[in-house]
T-cell receptor, first 112, second 109 residues
């Protein structure tokens, strides 16, 4: 079972560049989430989706965009990278909104 | 605002017992989760409490008191592999998880 798969694992971007963080899950989960994790702070929700075609903002959505064209995939787009977006990004999924979330291995992103 | 508090770091000895506390103030409550996160890895689910009381799962137990806004994770018979961060997260009225910053547990031989 692959679970939640994130690519890439590491990336260095220059300020102003764009990139897409990929996330796919094979558990047929309706709910998917994007978090960022910064040192000394709790996970912060960026965007989430309750099903294909439906996305909504979380606590820290500025500078990011998402889409959910299929149940399996939930990519996160950074349009104009800024140093403040240096972080570890986790994608997660769950069957319902109250079930435990399953996490991918994370993407470590540095903006220089 | 919403707030989850847990100690930043704790140290314990192999074979001993440790209790990691979590207090919370959130807009609504739909359950409390504990996750384990080894350094450089993803969080993994440990336990879920939605009703008051103790939930036991092997060496790990989790307790909840909704009236006090309080939970703890109890780890027994500590092993070196238990060295990790332990994250407390509360599901609020919108069914979104509010996360604590985590407690780094250091196990010494």
């Amino acid at each position: 079972n692959a679970g939640v798969t994130q690519t890439p694992k590491f990336r260095i971007l220059k300020i102003g560049q764009s990139m897409t963080l990929q996330c796919t899950q094979d558990m047929n989960h309706n709910y998917m989430y994007w978090y960022r994790q910064d040192p000394g702070m709790g996970l912060k929700l960026i965007y989430y989706s309750v099903g294909a075609g439906i996305t909504d903002k979380g606590e820290v959505p500025n500078g990011y965009n998402v889409s959910r064209s299929t149940t399996e995939d939930f990519p996160l787009r950074l349009e104009l990278a800024a140093p403040s977006q240096t972080s570890v990004y986790f994608c997660a999924s769950s069957g319902t909104d109250s079930q435990p979330q399953h996490f991918g291995d994370g993407t470590r992103l540095s903006i220089l | 605002g919403q707030n989850i508090d847990q100690p930043t770091e704790m140290t314990a000895t192999e074979g001993a017992i440790v209790q990691i506390n979590c207090t919370y103030q959130t807009s609504g409550f739909n359950g409390l989760f504990w996750y384990q996160q080894h350094a450089g890895e993803a969080p993994t689910f440990l336990s879920y409490n939605v009703l008051d009381g103790l939930e036991e799962k092997g060496r790990f137990s989790s307790f909840l008191s909704r009236s006090k806004g309080y939970s703890y994770l109890l780890l027994k018979e500590l092993q070196m592999k238990d060295s990790a961060s332990y994250l407390c997260a509360v599901m609020d009225s919108n069914y979104q998880l509010i996360w604590g910053a985590g407690t780094k547990l250091i196990i010494k031989p």
